[in-house]
């Protein structure tokens, strides 16, 4: 018997996320993951018990056999999220009476402030990094001006349609987590460049590709790829530790916030749904003042 078939309240669930809280197809894989995990884990240990059998005691069994795979506090925190939730919706639909969840007590996690290039690497990487002279390189480029000025994340931008772009008032409407749309402006230059790529990418490949990014084969990019190259790109500018789409997020956060910009104007352009979010960025700001203080004050 398959996880899906002893419990067919998985795919319910699944179900009342795609279409009522409409959460985007990476969220929704995400939370099958998990779950599919956990009751894997029941069926493999405890022999399947129902649904309305299950105790703290299951989850907390484990949780102990990923703490013993060594997982992050951070990825055990992120699974008990999904079984709350996922409980909390058999409860509201009656499938429950109570939340086995309700004794689980999530790890603490270390707070580590946000890793960014620095703008003056930002500055290398476009002006003195050599991007290929053909359409894998001029799209490389332009992928990685678009993360670092507006913010974006991966899976926005790879499924970035032509018609989200709004070249009379130079901005992007983006589809963000939970389908929250936001305006992400985008300066002059970056926008012609958009607008010739878009134009050059139909004559070129003679297809009616609604993604703006594709391959060199007509193809809209896929997020392995993208990795890829960001990676790539970035390990010629900088040595921090992490080089993905998401530092150029985090890069674009801080460098806005290191220049004065308003949280709250920040927390927009994130798409954050709380302050608390883009607050952890103004102690990148904070860290920048002190090393300011430390170079400069004549007690420091």
Known sequence: MSITEAYPQINTFLDYLKFEKRYSQYTIISYQNDLEQFFGFLMSQFDAPAIEKITGSFVRSWLAELKGDEMTAKSINRKISSLKSFFKHQ?????????????????????????????????????????????????????????????????????????????????????????KERILPVEKGLMDDLQLYIADKHAEFKLQVSNIFVNEKGKPLQARSVYGFVKQYLSQVTTIQKKSPHILRHSFATHLMNHGADLNAVKELLGHSSLAATQVYTHNTIEKLKEVFNKAHPKA
Do not use: C
Request: glycine share 6%; charged share 25%.
């Open 91 to 179: 409860m509201k639909i009656g499938v429950v009476t109570e939340t086995p969840m309700a004794v689980i007590i999530s790890p603490k996690i270390s707070k580590r402030l946000p890793s960014f290039v620095e703008e003056k690497d930002i500055d290398t990487l476009f002006e003195h990094v050599t991007f290929t002279d053909d359409w894998k390189g001029r799209t490389e480029r332009l992928v990685l001006q678009l993360f670092y000025s507006t913010g974006m994340r991966l899976s926005e931008l790879i499924n970035l349609k032509e018609t989200q772009i709004d070249p009379s008032y130079q901005q992007i409407k983006v589809l963000g987590k939970g389908n």
